[in-house]
């Protein structure tokens, strides 16, 4: 019985190490961004968050509007 767990138990740990070097190794893969193209991405996401944000918030506010001078 203790055989048949001991088994199990060797199996699970191999398909552990196997996903470990399988991630490591798609890691050493990847093209990471240097430091400068780093930065121009994240103004580029905050500008449009605030462009998103703004339409939003017009929209919104027009909505709003108009839902009162449609129930007053």
Do not use: C, Y
């Not at 893969?29 to 930065?39: F, G, H, L």
């Amino acid at each position: 019985m203790s055989n048949k767990i001991e088994k199990v138990k060797t199996k699970k740990e191999k398909g552990i190490a196997r996903w470990w070097h399988e991630t490591t190794g798609e890691l050493r893969k990847v093209t990471w961004p240097t430091r400068k193209e780093a930065w121009q991405m994240t103004k580029i996401v905050l500008l449009v968050m605030l462009l998103i944000g703004s339409l939003l918030a017009i929209l919104d506010s027009g909505f709003t509007k108009l839902i009162s001078f449609i129930l007053s």
